[in-house]
């Protein structure tokens, strides 16, 4: 069990492979337990973990993992993912992935909010109280590496299958409008959070050739500038 952050070394074609095998766990499972499925499928996938950070715009280097990160007393986050040059973090909560993990059907037309939903959100509600009463402290430091973080949270809760599509809307407005102490907090289905994973994978060939181009091209142009003095008094 990690209780504090590992540094790693972000491997694209790693974390493709990882996000493949949650893309086979979702396919062969319909429904999925917190404790005994999903914690330890994302503790054994530390590429996976980091790259969940790809929600936060600052964490650009995916290179700090930590799953269930104590919080200065009783809390415990079950992942926090971060960056470490841009004091950048991500926290977030797994819950189960059943029928109920977001709404429940009651008597009345509308669903809802499930238990399951609320404790998730509930737990980041406590995560961030501990976070703004030990910020600025040594223990906050040393955990952190700065006395001021940047970070939001994410939770993780149910299928999208078992969502009509009113309820869809409803789990975005509250993602949209919804903030927690002007942080804010991004509210996905398994599915959502897979689909969104792959997504951004996608872009990574793209992105390290055009940053390995502009690379070459500067190394070029260094290279011709360093050169041309030799030149001209060569020529002189």
């Known amino acids: 069990m990690t209780k504090e952050f590992i540094k790693i070394q972000f491997d694209a074609e790693q974390c493709r492979r990882e996000a493949d095998e949650l893309r086979h766990l979702l396919a062969t499972n319909s429904d999925l337990h917190e404790r005994k499925q999903v914690l330890p499928f994302f503790k054994s996938r530390l590429q996976l973990s980091a790259f969940l950070g790809s929600y936060h715009p600052e964490i650009v280097r995916y290179d700090l993992v930590a799953h269930e990160l104590p919080l200065f007393g009783d809390f415990v986050a079950d992942l926090v993912?971060?960056?470490?040059?841009?004091?950048?973090?991500?926290?977030?909560?797994?819950?189960?992935?059943?029928?109920?993990?977001?709404?429940?059907?009651?008597?009345?037309?509308?669903?809802?909010?499930?238990?399951?939903?609320?404790?998730?959100?509930?737990?980041?509600?406590?995560?961030?109280?501990?976070?703004?009463?030990?910020?600025?402290?040594?223990?906050?430091?040393?955990?952190?590496?700065?006395?001021?973080?940047?970070?939001?949270?994410?939770?993780?809760?149910?299928?999208?299958?078992?969502?009509?599509?009113?309820?869809?809307?409803?789990?975005?407005?509250?993602?949209?409008?919804?903030?927690?102490?002007?942080?804010?907090?991004?509210?996905?289905?398994?599915?959502?959070?897979?689909?969104?994973?792959?997504?951004?994978?996608?872009?990574?060939?793209?992105?390290a050739k055009v940053e390995t181009a502009i690379e070459m091209s500067s190394g070029e142009s260094k290279a011709t500038v360093e050169a041309e003095p030799d030149g001209g008094e060569n020529a002189g």
């Open 81 to 207: 993912v971060g960056d470490s040059k841009n004091g950048a973090f991500a926290f977030i909560e797994f819950e189960d992935a059943s029928p109920d993990s977001v709404f429940v059907k009651k008597k009345r037309a509308t669903p809802d909010w499930s238990p399951r939903f609320e404790h998730g959100f509930s737990q980041l509600v406590d995560w961030f109280f501990a976070l703004h009463e030990h910020g600025q402290i040594g223990k906050f430091e040393n955990k952190f590496g700065n006395r001021t973080i940047r970070h939001l949270g994410i939770l993780v809760s149910g299928r999208s299958v078992h969502l009509e599509p009113q309820e869809q809307q409803r789990l975005r407005w509250r993602q949209e409008f919804v903030l927690l102490n002007s942080k804010q907090i991004h509210c996905k289905t398994f599915d959502q959070l897979r689909d969104d994973i792959l997504d951004r994978l996608e872009q990574f060939p793209t992105t």
